[in-house]
């Protein structure tokens, strides 16, 4: 990910001004102008970090004169206690970014630790995580990134750049076959080239989706693992396949062991727990 790109420049300040507003009365009224201060971000839990280069672009948004040393890189298991960053500064600006960065961080580390949970309990398997459409607005993005950072892959980024034809648009499409048979017309017509999953309910509506000839997944929706591995064997590698709905912890190995391509998993980042960070500031 590019942490230095107008777009996120721009989603930066958008944030600080929300929370600064006209100024950070708090420590303009009790610190002396000029004040220098010295940082230290610690993780407060074992978990993976995700977020270093975030920060030093935050700290550099908010103050480029700001020292920022990065002693972990994203992506690491760490442990409760490490010593992530150091940084130094006047104490105004580092004081603003605290919030921010932390906010931003304890998230993105929260989803990073828990995808690497997920991707671990499917090893021996091929199947692979991904994640949803289901993220924080205005943060997709990051929230998508920081999957990838716990080792987990994306799904489609938006609703741009792939054909996702769940049950609410086969329904009222008329079906699977109408809503598929539309769709590759759609395509032809705007010459766009992208791939087409198609939601199923159950082994019918999979074997009316395989039937249509122009679908590149099949997800199977709320199947339990018997179904799934039922439906797995069906599609026999005639198509991409892919599980969702009541996936957890505890039934995910489940899932991965019926030969499912992926497994998709909104609890990624919809209802993540974040990671304890601090940061802790002093003058110098």
Not at 187 to 215: H, P
Not at 233 to 252: F, V
Request: hydrophobic share 40%; net charge negative; glycine share 8%.
């Amino acid at each position: 990910m590019d942490f230095s790109s107008p777009e996120l420049i721009a989603f930066i300040k958008t944030c600080i001004q929300e929370d600064r507003g006209d100024g950070d009365h708090s420590s303009l009224a009790s610190i002396p102008a000029g004040t220098q201060g010295h940082s230290r971000l610690l993780l407060k839990e074992n978990g993976v970090i995700a977020g270093m280069e975030l920060a030093r672009t935050i700290l550099n948004v908010i103050d480029p004169a700001i020292v920022f040393t990065p002693y972990h890189r994203d992506g690491e298991h760490l442990t409760r206690g490490t010593l992530l960053a150091e940084a130094k500064g006047s104490v105004h600006s580092l004081l603003l970014a605290e919030r921010l960065l932390l906010n931003f961080m304890q998230r993105l580390s929260g989803i990073a630790t828990q995808t690497a949970a997920m991707v671990t309990l499917t090893e021996g398997y091929k199947t692979k995580i991904l994640d949803t459409r289901k993220t924080t607005p205005g943060m997709r993005l990051l929230e998508k990134w920081a999957v990838k950072t716990g080792g987990g892959e994306n799904h489609r980024i938006g609703l741009y750049d792939m054909i996702m034809l769940k049950d609410n648009h086969n329904d009222s499409a008329g079906g699977i076959t109408a809503a598929v048979n539309r769709t590759v017309d759609y395509l032809k017509a705007q010459g766009k080239d992208l791939k087409i999953e198609v939601e199923t309910r159950n082994l019918d509506e999979v074997k009316e989706a395989l039937n249509t000839g122009s679908v590149d997944r099949i997800m199977l929706d709320n199947f339990t693992p018997e179904a799934c591995k039922e439906a797995v064997d069906w599609i026999a590698g005639r198509c991409e396949t892919e599980a969702s709905g009541g996936i957890n912890a505890e039934n995910l190995r489940d899932y991965a062991a019926t030969g499912v391509d992926f497994i998709s998993l909104g609890a990624l980042t919809h209802s993540v727990k974040s990671l304890d960070i601090s940061m802790k500031t002093h003058s110098i």
